[in-house]
C-alpha cells in the first residue's frame, strides 16, 4: 500500500482498515518518509515492488488519482483507474470501486484480477 502521508496517518488509516473493514495489514506499506520524491515521481511504486521482491512489470496499480496514476505508470505496472476522473492517459481499466475488483489464483503462483468483468491474467504471486 503506497501513502502520500506520514507514518502516523498511515498507522491511523491502516488501523481503521483493520478494525472496520476487519481487513489485514499489507505486507508492505510505503509512506512519504520512505522516499525521496512522491507520486506523480515512480519511485514509491518502485520501492514498494522491490520490498515485495516482485518485479514491477508484474504489478497492478489502483488508483483514484492522475498523480498517482503516473507515477504507477512511469514504473512501468499496469494501472487500473479507480473512479471517473479523467487523466491525461489511457489506463489499461477502469473501475468505478474497489468492489468491482476480484483477484482469484487457480495457480500458487499467479493471479486473475477481474475488473467488472474484464480480466487481467496471469500476474506472478511470487516474482
Known amino acids: 500500500m503506497l501513502f502520500d502521508s506520514d507514518g502516523v496517518l498511515v498507522d491511523s488509516h491502516l488501523d ?5 473493514a476487519g481487513i489485514p495489514a499489507p505486507a508492505v506499506v510505503i509512506s512519504a518518509e520512505d522516499v525521496e520524491f512522491g507520486k506523480p515521481h515512480p ?19 489502483f488508483e483514484d488519482s ?11 505496472a499496469t494501472v487500473v483507474a479507480v473512479g471517473s476522473e479523467e487523466w491525461p492517459f489511457v489506463p ?23 475488473l467488472a468483468g474484464k480480466q487481467l491474467d496471469g500476474f506472478s504471486t511470487t516474482g
Open 16 to 20: 481503521g482498515l483493520r478494525v472496520g
Open 43 to 61: 519511485e514509491p511504486y518502485l520501492t514498494a515492488a522491490r520490498n515485495l521482491g516482485v518485479d514491477i512489470s508484474d504489478c497492478v496499480v
Open 66 to 76: 492522475s498523480s498517482g496514476a503516473e507515477a504507477g505508470r512511469a514504473a512501468g
Open 92 to 114: 489499461a481499466c477502469r473501475v468505478l470501486s474497489l468492489n468491482d475488483v476480484a483477484i482469484s489464483s487457480a495457480d500458487p503462483d499467479r493471479l486473475t484480477v477481474d
